[in-house]
Protein backbone atom coordinates (compact mmCIF):
# COMPACT_ATOMS: atom_id res chain seq x y z
CA UNK A 1 0.00 0.00 0.00
CA UNK A 2 1.30 3.62 -0.60
CA UNK A 3 1.77 4.69 2.55
CA UNK A 4 0.86 8.68 1.36
CA UNK A 5 -2.20 10.26 2.70
CA UNK A 6 -4.37 9.47 -0.99
CA UNK A 7 -3.18 5.64 -0.92
CA UNK A 8 -4.37 5.21 3.05
CA UNK A 9 -7.72 7.21 1.38
CA UNK A 10 -7.80 4.85 -1.84
CA UNK A 11 -6.80 1.82 0.66
CA UNK A 12 -9.90 3.01 2.81
CA UNK A 13 -12.23 2.62 -0.06
CA UNK A 14 -10.96 -0.08 -1.16
CA UNK A 15 -11.56 -2.10 2.09
CA UNK A 16 -15.01 -0.38 2.36
CA UNK A 17 -16.19 -1.94 -0.74
CA UNK A 18 -15.22 -5.36 -0.47
CA UNK A 19 -16.15 -5.35 3.19
CA UNK A 20 -12.74 -6.19 4.44
CA UNK A 21 -13.36 -4.84 7.96
CA UNK A 22 -9.99 -6.52 9.51
CA UNK A 23 -8.00 -4.17 6.90
CA UNK A 24 -9.53 -1.34 7.35
CA UNK A 25 -9.22 -1.09 11.23
CA UNK A 26 -5.84 -0.43 11.15
CA UNK A 27 -6.25 2.45 8.89
CA UNK A 28 -7.82 4.92 11.18
CA UNK A 29 -6.74 6.54 14.51
CA UNK A 30 -8.25 5.43 17.48
CA UNK A 31 -9.67 9.31 18.30
CA UNK A 32 -11.29 9.55 14.38
CA UNK A 33 -14.31 11.03 13.96
CA UNK A 34 -16.78 10.62 11.30
CA UNK A 35 -18.82 13.51 10.45
CA UNK A 36 -21.98 13.65 8.09
CA UNK A 37 -25.27 15.35 7.24
CA UNK A 38 -26.51 12.55 9.39
CA UNK A 39 -23.82 11.56 11.97
CA UNK A 40 -22.27 14.38 14.19
CA UNK A 41 -18.52 13.62 14.96
CA UNK A 42 -19.07 10.00 15.69
CA UNK A 43 -16.29 7.72 17.22
CA UNK A 44 -14.05 5.10 15.57
CA UNK A 45 -16.51 2.57 17.34
CA UNK A 46 -19.52 3.61 15.98
CA UNK A 47 -18.58 4.67 12.38
CA UNK A 48 -17.64 0.70 12.17
CA UNK A 49 -21.21 -0.07 13.48
CA UNK A 50 -23.00 2.28 11.91
CA UNK A 51 -21.62 3.24 8.52
CA UNK A 52 -18.58 0.89 7.49
CA UNK A 53 -21.44 -2.29 6.78
CA UNK A 54 -23.29 -0.27 4.48
CA UNK A 55 -21.33 -1.42 1.08
CA UNK A 56 -24.15 -3.57 -0.53
CA UNK A 57 -26.57 -0.50 -0.18
CA UNK A 58 -24.72 0.46 -3.07
CA UNK A 59 -24.31 -1.69 -6.78
CA UNK A 60 -21.43 1.03 -7.65
CA UNK A 61 -19.43 3.61 -6.12
CA UNK A 62 -16.47 5.01 -8.35
CA UNK A 63 -13.51 7.70 -7.13
CA UNK A 64 -14.18 10.58 -9.67
CA UNK A 65 -11.20 12.69 -8.30
CA UNK A 66 -8.73 11.97 -5.51
CA UNK A 67 -6.78 14.36 -4.88
CA UNK A 68 -4.27 15.77 -2.36
CA UNK A 69 -5.72 19.20 -0.72
CA UNK A 70 -2.67 20.01 1.19
CA UNK A 71 0.00 17.45 3.01
CA UNK A 72 -2.98 16.20 5.26
CA UNK A 73 -6.01 16.45 3.44
CA UNK A 74 -7.45 14.62 0.62
CA UNK A 75 -10.23 15.14 -0.65
CA UNK A 76 -12.76 12.88 -2.95
CA UNK A 77 -15.30 13.06 -5.18
CA UNK A 78 -17.27 9.77 -6.02
CA UNK A 79 -20.32 9.24 -7.53
CA UNK A 80 -22.41 6.37 -6.42
CA UNK A 81 -25.53 4.09 -7.76
CA UNK A 82 -27.87 3.08 -4.74
CA UNK A 83 -29.59 -0.72 -5.38
CA UNK A 84 -32.96 1.53 -5.31
CA UNK A 85 -31.89 3.62 -8.03
CA UNK A 86 -30.40 6.52 -9.29
CA UNK A 87 -26.88 7.95 -9.20
CA UNK A 88 -25.31 10.76 -6.71
CA UNK A 89 -22.33 12.39 -5.93
CA UNK A 90 -20.45 13.07 -2.87
CA UNK A 91 -17.15 14.87 -1.85
CA UNK A 92 -15.13 13.78 1.33
CA UNK A 93 -12.40 15.63 3.04
CA UNK A 94 -10.43 13.04 4.95
CA UNK A 95 -7.64 14.10 7.10
CA UNK A 96 -4.80 11.32 7.29
CA UNK A 97 -1.71 12.10 9.62
CA UNK A 98 1.09 10.01 10.51
CA UNK A 99 -0.25 7.49 8.32
CA UNK A 100 -3.79 7.31 10.05
CA UNK A 101 -6.70 8.43 9.19
CA UNK A 102 -7.98 10.76 12.10
CA UNK A 103 -10.98 12.21 10.47
CA UNK A 104 -13.93 11.85 7.45
CA UNK A 105 -16.19 15.32 6.72
CA UNK A 106 -18.43 13.87 4.32
CA UNK A 107 -20.71 16.69 2.27
CA UNK A 108 -23.27 15.02 0.22
CA UNK A 109 -24.27 15.85 -2.97
CA UNK A 110 -27.40 15.59 -5.01
CA UNK A 111 -28.53 13.13 -7.84
CA UNK A 112 -26.63 13.49 -11.18
CA UNK A 113 -28.80 14.72 -13.80
CA UNK A 114 -28.63 14.75 -17.81
CA UNK A 115 -24.86 13.47 -17.95
Known amino acids: MNG ?3 GVVEA ?3 HYRSQDRAAALPLYAD ?5 SPQDDHIDK ?4 E ?14 LHLVAADAEVVL ?7 TT ?5 NVEAITVRDGLIREVRVFF ?3 VRGE
Not at 55 to 61: I, K, L, M, P, S
Open 85 to 89: GGRYR
Open 31 to 35: DFTFT
Open 4 to 6: SPA
Open 76 to 82: VHYEYEP
Open 50 to 63: RCFPTADRFTEQRI
Open 12 to 14: AFR
Open 109 to 111: GGP
Open 45 to 48: AAFF
